[in-house]
């Protein structure tokens, strides 16, 4: 198991960018894949994006492909995800999650494919 922090939350102007972060804790020595999702009051959570643990994959969510971008610093256990071009509709409370796998290439998109979670970061833009 891990501990996830997001941070980098926060509120910004619509066509601005912000970068969120999650670190991770505790049993660092396992490969992990890793994802962000965003969840709004009254519906499911949504996929963001997700990394395999060897960084060979990389999935994004139709609405955020081409201006989302995660990356990941596994010497100092963080993944970053790089937000472009905001609009309001991307806001919601962005959550990094984790799951421990063997598999190089896994960047799973679904949140039951996890068993790690953050307590979320929130994201507001302004029009």
């Known amino acids: 198991q891990v501990q996830l922090v997001e941070s980098g939350g926060g509120l910004v102007q619509a066509g601005d960018s912000l970068r969120l972060s999650c670190a991770v804790s505790?049993?660092?020595?396992?490969?992990?894949?890793m994802g962000w999702f965003r969840q709004v009051a009254m519906k499911e959570r949504e996929f963001v994006g997700a990394?395999?643990?060897?960084?060979?994959?990389?999935e994004y969510g139709d609405s955020v492909r081409g201006r989302f971008a995660i990356s990941r610093d596994n010497g100092k256990n963080t993944m970053y995800l790089q937000m472009n071009s905001l609009t309001p509709e991307d806001s919601a409370i962005y959550y990094c999650?984790?799951?421990?796998?063997?598999?190089?290439?896994?960047?799973?998109?679904?949140?039951?494919?996890?068993?790690?979670w953050g307590q979320g970061t929130q994201v507001t833009v302004s029009s």
């Open positions: 505790g049993r660092t020595s396992g490969k992990y894949a």
């Open positions: 990394s395999a643990w060897s960084g060979i994959s990389t």
């Open positions: 999650a984790a799951r421990e796998t063997f598999g190089s290439k896994w960047a799973p998109n679904l949140p039951t494919d996890y068993d790690n």
